[in-house]
């Protein structure tokens, strides 16, 4: 997190896209994707995201004056802002603030790796709707071959999140990682997933280009 002249806080936002339907959830979203990951995910799509240097500063006010445009959309489908990036719940005060901002009838949903302090999951459980939790694979080994980093804050943030709230906010993505995990691995994220509580798991394949 920055801190701006004006001392309000800001964050590099190296993307925002508009209008995307049923994409994260039920209604209308707008992404935000932040700069700055813990994570060097071997495959990452979003590099932009790790240069310290890269996107446009933007204060929450300065943030919320450009995505209010799609305010009667989000009223009505049930939309709001998805936090990506990078990693989204690294910027507890702006997205504080943003809150604050926009009221309590966006829905405001991040999609995060949970490879974060607990602190901020816990300060921004209090603000946000929902999570799309990437957890790319629960065994440890495959998770730092893959990431560069321990999966051990991934796995007792989630816990916490799911002792605390509901577990449908949550929707957790379990990929096919080529040459990192085979179809075994998968099953077995799927199967420890379940047990810990996790109600919803988007399965996929990733898509070498
Ligand atoms: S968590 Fe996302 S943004 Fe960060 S390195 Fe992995 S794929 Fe890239």
Excluded at 92 to 100: A, G, L, P, S, Y
Aim: aromatic share 10%.
């Amino acid at each position: 997190m920055n801190t701006n002249k004006a001392g309000s806080d800001a964050a590099l936002i190296f993307g925002i896209s508009r209008h995307r339907l049923t994409t994260d959830g039920e209604g209308v979203t707008t992404l935000v994707a932040f700069s700055g990951c813990p994570l060097r995910c071997k495959y990452c799509l979003n590099k932009a995201s790790w240069e310290p240097d890269k996107g446009r500063l933007y204060t929450p006010e300065t943030l919320f004056e450009e995505v209010k445009i799609d305010q009667l959309y989000f009223l009505a489908t049930k939309g709001g802002i998805t936090f990506g990036g990078g990693e989204p719940l690294l910027q507890v005060e702006f997205i504080k603030e943003f809150r604050e901002l926009c009221g309590s009838q966006w829905h405001l949903l991040a999609e995060t790796s949970l490879n974060v302090p607990f602190e901020n999951v816990k300060t921004l459980d209090a603000v946000l709707d929902g999570y799309i939790v990437d957890i790319k694979d629960m065994n440890p080994e495959i998770y730092k071959a893959y990431t560069g980093k321990d999966n051990a804050l991934v796995l007792s943030n989630l816990q916490w999140l799911l002792q605390h709230g509901d577990p449908n906010r949550i929707m957790v993505r379990v990929p096919h990682i080529p040459d990192f995990n085979m179809d075994d691995d998968v099953e077995r994220s799927k199967e420890r997933l379940e047990k810990m509580g996790v109600t919803s798991i988007d399965e996929f394949q990733y898509i070498i280009r």
